[in-house]
């Protein structure tokens, strides 16, 4: 009997549906205790989440669910609320004075409230982990869905597994790793390290657990998912959801020759540009870099630009809240709202990796993460950093780097200590930014400030 692999359908909404039938499947008749599910970057996770919170409540299973933040929080339960308005959902929410989103307030199918047992025998109950952490004497929940399950640290997970009996893990494995504010070397390489993700913990002591990918990308297009995947997801690779031709970027203004003009235009045509400054080493807040990144933001606006998403799609305005600048540091960020700020630009939103995640826009730009630096540290070859920079965008993404990366790279080879017991990350941040740098050197545009 031949099986079906998604992945390999012709048509991406056929992979993509399949992959999801076969993950609820797992989820709702299955008998192992978790379900693993890897999603790309615009693959629907949060699409996945909630379809499977909703068909778990109908099946009469009581449901936990488990996210990383309160904006993660608020976002899926506003998401259920618009798929059913009739499905009782319960927000767990913290002692703070401002806990929650106050959209939820017009909400009526959703009641609030600081404690566990004000909320039981709701059919749904969402909140961060954190807060999951402290509930004791009430549950345990026969189903959980952890959101963002990458980002959960192992200890994190530990806190929490007495309160559910099966639970379905989603994330994305490209991304950013689960933050620590101390140092973890002390357990590097034992099975229980809590600075561990919770999927890679959970897998290491259940590798028998199901485990199934979303094999299309509905956020990058055509020009993108390839490079995304192949650097940063050799092993699970995706699709884009749409084709060549299928989105089109355009200005309504003409170039006026600078080189800001002409990488919009690259970028436009191609989906992806790199605005290159001479070879220098420079503060992180290279004022120059800086200058470049709102530079093209300003003229993104100022050409009014306009984006379809499909062939039979009215253009849509490339408006200031659907541009995104990206940093590898806060610092960094901070310079470049200061001089957008002296361009008089507004409602574009600038920050560091580690807040985009989760996000997509219709153009980025982004300062790379190498760029003027004398060397090259973990910090700035995590790949999941410069995965989260170039993944976030529908249209376009225009990286602004000083030249000599390349040449950085080849001397500065990784001097991190070997650590038994720990697998090996691939790709590693060398290999990963070769890959990109080779793309956009085919769009390359030379500034000289």
Same mark, same amino acid.
């Given at each position: 009997?031949? @099986? +079906?692999? $998604?992945?390999?359908? &012709?048509?991406?909404?056929?992979? %993509?549906?399949?992959?999801?039938?076969?993950?609820?499947?797992?989820?709702?008749?299955?008998?192992?205790?978790?379900? !693993?599910? =890897?999603?790309?970057?615009?693959?629907?996770? /949060?699409?996945?989440? *909630?379809?499977?919170?909703?068909?778990?409540?109908?099946?009469?299973?009581?449901?936990?669910?488990?996210?990383?933040?309160?904006?993660? @929080?608020?976002?899926?339960?506003?998401?259920?609320?618009?798929?059913?308005?009739?499905?009782?959902?319960?927000?767990?929410?913290?002692?703070?004075?401002?806990?929650?989103?106050?959209?939820?307030?017009?909400? %009526?199918? !959703?009641?609030?409230?600081?404690?566990?047992?004000?909320?039981?025998?709701?059919?749904?109950?969402?909140?961060?982990?954190?807060? #999951?952490?402290?509930?004791?004497?009430?549950? $345990?929940?026969?189903?959980?869905?952890?959101?963002?399950?990458?980002?959960?640290?192992? =200890? %994190?997970?530990?806190?929490?597994?007495?309160?559910?009996?099966?639970?379905?893990? *989603?994330?994305? $494995?490209?991304?950013? =790793?689960?933050?620590?504010? !101390?140092?973890?070397?002390? #357990?590097?390489?034992?099975?229980?390290?809590? /600075?561990?993700?919770?999927? /890679?913990?959970?897998?290491?002591?259940?590798?028998?657990?199901?485990?199934?990918?979303?094999?299309?990308?509905?956020?990058?297009?055509?020009?993108?998912? $390839?490079?995304? /995947?192949?650097? +940063?997801?050799?092993?699970?690779?995706?699709?884009?959801?749409?084709?060549?031709?299928?989105?089109?970027?355009?200005?309504?203004?003409?170039?006026?020759?600078?080189?800001?003009?002409?990488?919009?235009?690259?970028?436009?045509?191609?989906?992806?540009g790199l605005l290159e400054l001479p070879a220098r080493h420079t503060p992180r807040t290279d004022p120059e870099a800086v200058r470049a990144v709102a530079r093209v933001v300003r003229r993104i606006l100022d050409r009014g630009?306009?984006?379809?998403?499909?062939?039979?799609?009215?253009?849509?305005?490339?408006?200031?809240?659907? @541009?995104? !600048?990206?940093?590898?540091?806060?610092?960094?960020?901070?310079?470049?709202?200061?001089?957008? &700020?002296?361009l008089g630009v507004s409602e574009v939103t600038v920050d560091t990796a580690n807040r985009l995640q989760g996000r997509e826009f219709d153009i980025t730009v982004i300062l790379h993460p190498l760029s003027g630096r004398p060397?090259?540290?973990? +910090?700035?070859?995590?790949?999941?950093?410069?995965c989260v920079l170039t993944s976030r965008h529908r249209h376009a993404c225009v990286v602004v780097c000083r030249a000599g990366v390349g040449e950085l790279l080849d001397e500065h080879p990784s001097t991190e200590p070997v650590?038994?017991?720990?697998?090996?990350? +691939?790709?590693?941040?060398?290999?990963?930014?070769?890959?990109?740098?080779?793309?956009?050197?085919?769009?390359?545009?030379?500034?000289?400030?």
């Amino acid at each position: 009997m031949t @099986v +079906f692999d $998604p992945a390999t359908a &012709a048509d991406p909404a056929v992979a %993509a549906a399949a992959a999801t039938e076969r993950i609820l499947a797992d989820t709702l008749h299955g008998t192992d205790r978790g379900v !693993v599910v =890897d999603s790309p970057p615009g693959a629907g996770k /949060s699409t996945l989440v *909630v379809r499977a919170a909703r068909e778990l409540a109908a099946a009469g299973h009581p449901l936990m669910v488990i996210a990383q933040t309160n904006a993660q @929080v608020d976002d899926l339960v506003l998401r259920l609320a618009e798929k059913d308005p009739e499905l009782p959902v319960g927000r767990l929410h913290s002692n703070d004075p401002d806990p929650y989103d106050k959209a939820l307030d017009a909400l %009526a199918n !959703v009641r609030k409230s600081a404690k566990a047992a004000d909320l039981a025998g709701l059919d749904v109950v969402i909140s961060t982990a954190a807060k #999951w952490a402290h509930v004791q004497g009430v549950g $345990p929940w026969s189903h959980a869905i952890v959101d963002e399950a990458y980002q959960m640290r192992s =200890d %994190a997970l530990l806190a929490v597994a007495g309160l559910f009996d099966r639970a379905l893990f *989603v994330g994305d $494995p490209g991304q950013l =790793d689960p933050f620590s504010v !101390v140092g973890a070397d002390q #357990w590097a390489g034992l099975s229980y390290d809590p /600075s561990a993700s919770a999927v /890679s913990t959970l897998l290491a002591h259940n590798p028998e657990l199901p485990q199934h990918r979303l094999p299309v990308s509905w956020r990058l297009p055509a020009s993108a998912a $390839p490079l995304v /995947s192949a650097a +940063f997801y050799p092993y699970t690779p995706f699709r884009s959801g749409t084709g060549h031709g299928d989105r089109k970027l355009s200005f309504g203004a003409a170039s006026d020759g600078s080189a800001h003009d002409r990488v919009l235009d690259e970028a436009a045509e191609s989906g992806w540009g790199l605005l290159e400054l001479p070879a220098r080493h420079t503060p992180r807040t290279d004022p120059e870099a800086v200058r470049a990144v709102a530079r093209v933001v300003r003229r993104i606006l100022d050409r009014g630009g306009v984006a379809t998403s499909t062939a039979d799609a009215d253009p849509a305005p490339v408006t200031a809240d659907r @541009v995104a !600048v990206g940093t590898a540091h806060r610092d960094q960020a901070a310079a470049v709202r200061a001089a957008l &700020a002296e361009l008089g630009v507004s409602e574009v939103t600038v920050d560091t990796a580690n807040r985009l995640q989760g996000r997509e826009f219709d153009i980025t730009v982004i300062l790379h993460p190498l760029s003027g630096r004398p060397d090259a540290t973990a +910090f700035h070859l995590e790949t999941g950093r410069l995965c989260v920079l170039t993944s976030r965008h529908r249209h376009a993404c225009v990286v602004v780097c000083r030249a000599g990366v390349g040449e950085l790279l080849d001397e500065h080879p990784s001097t991190e200590p070997v650590q038994l017991g720990v697998a090996v990350k +691939f790709p590693d941040g060398w290999e990963a930014n070769h890959a990109v740098l080779a793309r956009l050197a085919e769009h390359r545009v030379s500034l000289t400030p």
